[in-house]
């Protein structure tokens, strides 16, 4: 029963980290070497962006930066939902590197939890009363409009991709 339990709870754990905005990019960069020295390769420049490649054949368009010298300075490999490329930009400019290339593969569809937010309202009754020129208390009953959102949980559906980012430098001639 534990193993089945676990089954079942290890990809909605999967689902639910990929889905938050943890940069995933970063977290799951692994380098395949020493980023080369400054006078090896050709670095980002500061306040310059990286060459952004998105390709449908990652390992095609990687042969052919290869062999105009380009070396694999590091890759990131994770399934989540389809994203923005800021954050590869952002990894490879703290990287250094010149070129990304980038590739998203559909890969199925899932659901996780989601709230959505219904404007409710709760009344509070106040109750006030003044002195009449008779010396009467009259009372009166006001009610206080305090905002009380109600949360309702609905599951949201997300398409998960493969995600894979290759970030390259080019060498220098020796």
Partial sequence: MAYFKNFILLPIFFIAISCSGVDMYNTSYTPS??????TRAFL????????????PDIEKDLEVLINQN??????SKFNGPEGGVDDAIGLAKKLGVTHILLNAKYAYDASKKAYKYVE???????????LAG??????????????????VPYRKNVSVY?????????????
């Fill in 33 to 38: 070497m020493l980023m080369p020295l400054e």
């Fill in 162 to 174: 493969h995600h894979r980012a290759i970030f390259l430098v080019k060498m220098k001639k020796q």
């Fill in 120 to 130: 409710n309202f709760d009344y509070i009754p106040l109750e006030s009363g003044y």
């Fill in 134 to 151: 008779t010396g009467q208390v009259y009372s009166q009953i006001f009610y206080e409009k305090i905002p009380n959102p109600i949360y």
């Fill in 44 to 55: 980002l420049e500061e306040g310059t962006r990286p060459t952004l490649i998105m390709t």
């Fill in 70 to 75: 380009y070396v694999i300075v590091g890759e």
